[in-house]
């Protein structure tokens, strides 16, 4: 009979596995991993497949899951220290954006389309998602793709958060796990609503930071179970939550989904010996190294294409 665990006290020795890229050498598999989320997203947004398929949402699901797994190795595993920790975040993410929104707004102005100091002021803050009125994928400004930003940037601060509230110290992988329950419970609430939901639906950090949560909560407890885990299983899990991103029940993707991506995500990084099917193929690893330029290349790209040749919205699935 297998040996019962203490899930609250994740065993911390040996548990960074080198997945830290930012203070070890950069590895193969986070950066290939990187790499297929790139390419789904690029699928999604600009190459029609001969068949009905397509792997956007997977792509922006599976960076969130990504994310949260670093994420977590860096706050609740490592401890790296909150002034070290916002000052990276912050160098290599806030000149770039400042520059892409000043950039896209001036831009913007010089074609005569309009806009309130309000949008501008709150997409620099990254709430753009809630306010003002009618959402961010409802401007004309090219700025759509900032909602998955937005979120990341909100789970970040609610993580570091975490690490200062004393009681909760090895103890935050249940925590963060029920807290990707309820985004999720959140998502179906909305759902229920329709029309009387809130205008950002699915685009709110208190519904899409299901995945970040669950793969930060759960990378916190997996090394208790790993040794139980066969080497199929983190690919069958991610084979799936790629089915299930093509539709579907509309509540089975958003439950299922962020739990398949964060066991596959935190389970996928060591390659099944003798075998390369964990391992992205190099030219991954290559796209990777261009996150940032991407995303904000990708938004004004992605979105003249929605203006002009009539790509389809975001849109609930239907109950």
Same mark, same amino acid.
């Not at 297998?2 to 950069?26: C, M, W, Y």
């Not at 999604?44 to 956007?56: E, S």
């Not at 797994?69 to 990276?88: D, T, V």
């Given at each position: 009979?297998p040996?019962?665990?203490d ?5 911390l ?7 830290d ?11 290939g991993?990187r ?11 600009f190459?029609?497949l ?5 792997f956007?949402r ?10 949260g797994?670093?994420m977590?190795?860096?706050?609740f595993i490592e401890?790296?220290?909150l002034?070290?920790?916002?000052r990276?975040?912050?160098?290599r993410?806030?000149?770039?954006f400042?520059?892409f929104v000043?950039?896209m707004f001036t831009?913007?102005?010089?074609w005569?389309t309009a ?10 803050l ?5 306010f003002p009125y009618?959402g ?5 400004i090219?700025?759509?793709h ?7 940037e ?5 993580m ?13 992988g ?17 759902? &229920?609503l329709?029309?009387s939901? @809130?205008? %950002?639906? *699915?685009l709110g950090?208190?519904?899409? $930071?299901?995945? =970040?949560?669950?793969?930060a ?5 997996c090394? &208790?179970v790993?040794?139980?885990v @066969?080497? %199929?299983? *983190?690919?069958?899990s991610l084979v799936l $939550?790629?089915? =299930?991103?093509?539709?579907g029940s509309?509540w089975?993707q958003p439950?299922a989904?962020?739990?398949?991506l ?6 996928l ?5 003798g075998?390369r099917?964990c391992?992205?193929p190099?030219?991954c690893?290559?796209?990777?190294c261009?996150?940032s330029?991407f995303t904000?290349?990708?938004s004004?790209?992605f979105q003249?294409?929605?203006?002009f ?5 975001v849109?609930?699935p239907?109950p």
């Amino acid at each position: 009979m297998p040996q019962q665990h203490d899930f609250t006290r994740p065993n911390l020795k040996g548990a960074v596995n080198n997945i830290d890229t930012e203070t070890s050498p950069r590895t193969d598999y986070l950066d290939g991993w990187r790499g297929v989320s790139i390419l789904c997203v690029l699928q999604g947004h600009f190459i029609a497949l001969p068949i009905p398929v397509d792997f956007g949402r997977f792509g922006v699901c599976m960076f969130f899951a990504l994310s949260g797994m670093l994420m977590s190795n860096l706050l609740f595993i490592e401890r790296q220290p909150l002034s070290k920790f916002y000052r990276r975040r912050i160098s290599r993410i806030v000149p770039t954006f400042v520059l892409f929104v000043t950039t896209m707004f001036t831009l913007s102005g010089l074609w005569n389309t309009a806009f309130s100091w309000n949008e501008f002021i709150s997409t620099l803050l990254f709430t753009r998602t809630y306010f003002p009125y009618p959402g961010i994928w409802k401007t004309e400004i090219p700025i759509g793709h900032i909602w998955s930003l937005n979120i990341e940037e909100h789970s970040y601060i609610f993580m570091s958060f975490l690490t200062l509230l004393p009681f909760l110290k090895r103890r935050e992988g249940p925590f963060l796990i029920a807290g990707g329950a309820t985004c999720i419970v959140i998502g179906f609430i909305y759902v &229920r609503l329709g029309s009387s939901a @809130p205008f %950002w639906g *699915p685009l709110g950090t208190e519904v899409a $930071a299901s995945f =970040l949560l669950m793969s930060a909560g759960y990378r916190l407890v997996c090394d &208790r179970v790993r040794q139980y885990v @066969p080497p %199929w299983l *983190p690919v069958l899990s991610l084979v799936l $939550a790629m089915y =299930l991103s093509q539709g579907g029940s509309w509540w089975l993707q958003p439950m299922a989904s962020p739990v398949l991506l964060a066991f596959a995500v935190n389970h996928l990084p060591k390659p099944v010996p003798g075998s390369r099917l964990c391992c992205p193929p190099r030219p991954c690893v290559w796209l990777a190294c261009v996150p940032s330029r991407f995303t904000y290349g990708n938004s004004p790209s992605f979105q003249r294409r929605r203006y002009f040749l009539a790509a389809p919205t975001v849109r609930w699935p239907a109950p």
